[in-house]
């Protein structure tokens, strides 16, 4: 469980089933049945072509270490410093993050380098997606 | 030259900048609006259009006395009044209105009278980034600039001489916030924020506000002061999330916006004399000097480093010291503006000798919106 004080999404219809894979240990995506695109935030309607043809599927959780500030001021559910990230999925989109099991430093966090899902509640409702050094 | 016909009669910012603990955010957009309608030598009754933004055109026009027949509420972040300049004028244009007044007021520091920003948790940015400890634009804005370093091998030391030679410009201007010289080093020693930013690679949170008054150019001449022309206007927006950015190393909104102004004014890069570029963050005049093309892809940190953009320099960038020494209210494009105004008056503290077209460039939110103004003392 994450230490309580995050900002706690609130789901709408629209993101519903995204925060229900959570919750179940999937992060699902979705892809348009007309283009193919893959993307994110979720949306009922793709953003690349504007087609509705498109469903939610699991994502591999598989990412790379986009880009990242380290914060060093004080936040209600962290303690300083801590990076707040974007990874880019296998799969394409891009998302913003934390990275854990991992120094919240320069040296330790590379760009580029391999990263893996995993999942931390922050209560009975709401799961948070949060990635880790990839295991191999 | 230029696309435009419409013209700057009136600017000015508010009598104090800094700290201004007695006025309200709404008395700060007043005061700068009363400025520069007696620097226009016009009475509230003579406007008939009103844009701000974060404040309402209703509160602004009813505060102010004035009975608008034309107003824009844009609200897009700090480019806001970049984008307001290129609605009046193509609503003077096209007959809506004949003479608007553009304001800017914010309690940044002092808070007086300010409305708060949350971020709604049911919103995409408050169920997909800010369960992820953002707190505010210092751990934002900077997100993609690892990534851009990486990408183009900018160095840390190059980013930092953006501060330096924004405080040198600073040092020539007397309402600066800041205006002691710094070098690198103390840029890489002040305290970490958020890396790879430190804190004299963040902008300052003060006080203030700005007004602008539009007319048609036909009539600028009928005002007291010397007119500024409009010859192009550029505006986009792209989106409200920095993680969603579509590239980290270009903004998109950046890319629409500074080449649409460039088209309509009809001119060049080699054609401009002076340079604004919003920089609330240390990286954004990077990115402001490649997407607008004065430099190509990665070139820009060796192009400040080299001092270009310094007093001296071909290409003189942020003349009053920027958001980054001289002031940043929070939205800081009507302060950008203000100065470009004042280097095609010939009035600015920096002057530039002979400077006869400005391009004026700004950043909303966090990437997410841009507006582009080219101005120039020469009416065509």
């Known amino acids: ?136 | 030259m230029g696309a435009r016909s419409v013209a700057i009669v009136g600017a000015s910012e508010t009598t104090k900048l800094g700290v201004v603990p007695d006025m309200s955010q709404i008395q700060l957009h007043a005061d700068a609006a009363l400025n520069a309608m007696k620097d226009a030598g016009l009475k509230p009754k003579d406007i008939d259009g009103v844009a701000t933004a974060v404040e309402t055109p209703q509160q602004i026009a009813h505060y102010l006395g004035i009975t608008p027949s034309w107003v824009d509420g844009t609200s897009v972040g700090g480019c806001s009044f970049m984008i307001h300049l290129r609605h009046a004028a193509a609503a003077i244009e096209a007959g809506l209105a004949k003479t608007i007044l553009i304001t800017h007021g914010e309690s940044g520091r002092s808070r007086v009278g300010q409305p708060g920003r949350s971020v709604p948790p049911s919103s995409l940015n408050g169920q997909f980034e800010q369960p992820f400890g953002p707190f505010g634009p210092p751990t934002m804005f900077p997100i993609p600039v690892l990534r851009y370093m990486k990408k183009y091998g900018v160095t840390h030391e190059q980013i930092a001489m953006v501060s330096v030679v924004q405080r040198e410009w600073a040092a020539k201007n007397p309402r600066a916030t800041f205006k002691d010289p710094i070098t690198v080093d103390d840029v890489l020693n002040s305290r970490m924020i958020a890396y790879p930013f430190r804190l004299l690679e963040c902008c300052l949170v003060t006080d203030g506000g700005g007004a602008l008054i539009v007319t048609h150019r036909d009539r600028a001449k009928d005002f007291p002061q010397k007119p500024v022309y409009v010859l192009g206007t550029g505006e986009s927006v792209e989106t409200p999330m920095i993680s969603q950015m579509a590239d980290f190393t270009s903004s998109r909104a950046f890319s629409v916006a500074g080449p649409t102004a460039f088209k309509e004014a009809g001119i060049t890069h080699k054609d401009v004399d002076h340079l604004m570029i919003y920089d609330a963050f240390a990286h954004l005049p990077l990115y402001g000097l490649e997407d607008l093309g004065f430099v190509g892809r990665g070139e820009a940190g060796r192009f400040i480093a080299e001092r270009n953009t310094a007093p001296g320099g071909k290409l003189p960038v942020n003349t009053n010291g920027g958001g980054l020494s001289y002031m940043h209210s929070g939205m800081y494009g009507m302060y950008a503006l203000q100065e470009s105004v004042r280097q095609m008056r010939g009035t600015a503290p920096a002057q530039i000798p002979g400077a006869k077209i400005s391009v004026c460039h700004g950043v909303g939110g966090m990437f997410a919106a841009s507006g582009t103004i080219i101005f120039s003392n020469q009416a065509a």
Request: aromatic content about 8%.
């Open chain 1, 1 to 136: 469980m994450l230490e309580p004080g995050r900002a706690k999404p609130v789901p709408t219809p629209e993101t519903q089933h995204f925060w229900d894979g959570t919750k179940t240990g999937e992060l699902r995506l979705q892809r348009c049945g007309e283009c193919s695109k893959v993307y994110f935030p979720p949306r009922p309607f793709c953003p690349e072509c504007g087609s509705r043809n498109v469903s939610a599927f699991k994502a591999s959780g598989k990412a790379i270490l986009y880009s990242y500030v380290i914060h060093h001021r004080p936040v209600p559910g962290f303690k300083p410093p801590y990076a707040i990230a974007v990874v880019e999925l296998a799969e394409g989109p891009r998302m913003m993050t934390n990275i854990v099991d991992c120094e919240q430093t320069p040296e330790a966090l590379q760009l580029d380098m391999p990263l893996e899902v995993v999942f931390e509640p922050m209560d009975d409702t709401i799961t948070l997606p949060l990635f880790r050094p990839a295991k191999g």
